[in-house]
């Protein structure tokens, strides 16, 4: 029987995704008071919704997002082996370009 993937599953994954592109792995800056939102554009994070879970990276400051892989929200292992794909794909494109 398959591991069960959990949110925890897809934040580690997800942290290590943002470490290997050399993104922000926060989402936002530190709030202080009197300095307006402002959100890491690049970063990597989990959203959850329809009781499933999706990619998303941060495209503005204001916390506008894309979905770069396309996939809507989905069961956990899906994005998880997703992600996993992705950073495959990633470390061949970086290795080649050496």
Do not use: W
């Not at 997800?14 to 939102?37: I, M, W």
């Not at 919704?49 to 899906?78: D, F, K, Q, W």
């Amino acid at each position: 029987m398959a591991t069960r993937i959990t949110i925890k599953d897809l934040r580690a994954v997800c942290d290590r995704l943002n470490r290997t592109t050399g993104s922000p792995v926060e989402y936002a800056q530190p709030h202080k008071p009197g300095v307006p939102f402002c959100a890491n554009i690049g970063n990597y994070h989990i959203s959850q919704a329809y009781g499933g879970y999706c990619l998303h990276r941060v495209s503005n400051t204001g916390g506008g997002v894309s979905t770069p892989l396309s996939s809507g929200h989905i069961p956990a292992r899906e994005l998880y082996n997703l992600i996993h794909a992705y950073l495959r794909g990633f470390d061949a494109a970086t290795s080649c370009a050496d």
